[in-house]
């Protein structure tokens, strides 16, 4: 029993992953589900993630991890279970003052999206990138999702 649940685990892992699969696609246009793989990037690396403007009934969802990338940029490391189209990312607010920025995360889902039911409880990595006013500096990164 063991092994088939890790299979499973595997295969959907694989799904989410794979070169060329890019998540919920709308007319052209990703939504915030999985980017495609860069070239060479390791199968265990979190998955891209953009703010989605159709994405509706926005929630805060905290993060685990900020980071501090070229100049202004801002990477924010943070997991979601269930399907994608119902775990999305909608919107990133960013509150800045010269001792804190504060950052939250808001998720929601598709509109028509069936979120009711079983959902899979396998825990997906995302990241997404935010641009600061100013470069990061020594100031202190704040969740501002409630905890």
């Given at each position: 029993?063991?092994?088939?649940?890790?299979?499973?685990a595997l295969v959907l892992l694989a799904a989410?992953?794979?070169?060329?699969?890019?998540?919920?696609?709308?007319?052209?246009?990703?939504?915030?589900?999985?980017?495609?793989?860069?070239?060479?990037?390791?199968?265990?690396?979190?998955?891209?993630?953009?703010?989605?403007?159709?994405?509706?009934?926005?929630?805060?969802?905290?993060?685990?991890?900020?980071?501090?990338?070229?100049?202004?940029?801002?990477?924010?490391?943070?997991?979601?279970?269930?399907?994608?189209?119902?775990?999305?990312?909608?919107?990133?607010?960013?509150?800045?003052?010269?001792?804190?920025?504060?950052?939250?995360?808001?998720?929601?889902?598709?509109?028509?999206?069936?979120?009711?039911?079983p959902q899979p409880q396998l825990a997906a990595p995302f990241t997404t990138?935010?641009?600061?006013?100013?470069?990061?500096?020594?100031?202190?990164?704040?969740?501002?999702?409630?905890?």
């Amino acid at each position: 029993m063991r092994t088939l649940r890790l299979s499973v685990a595997l295969v959907l892992l694989a799904a989410c992953g794979a070169p060329g699969g890019t998540g919920i696609e709308h007319g052209g246009v990703v939504s915030s589900g999985p980017l495609p793989r860069p070239t060479g990037a390791p199968a265990t690396a979190p998955n891209e993630a953009r703010p989605d403007t159709r994405i509706v009934e926005l929630r805060p969802r905290r993060w685990s991890r900020a980071e501090a990338g070229a100049g202004r940029e801002l990477r924010l490391h943070y997991s979601v279970t269930g399907h994608p189209e119902c775990q999305a990312l909608g919107r990133v607010d960013v509150l800045e003052t010269a001792g804190t920025v504060t950052v939250t995360l808001l998720v929601g889902h598709l509109p028509g999206a069936a979120c009711d039911g079983p959902q899979p409880q396998l825990a997906a990595p995302f990241t997404t990138v935010v641009t600061l006013r100013e470069p990061l500096g020594h100031r202190q990164v704040v969740d501002g999702a409630p905890s």
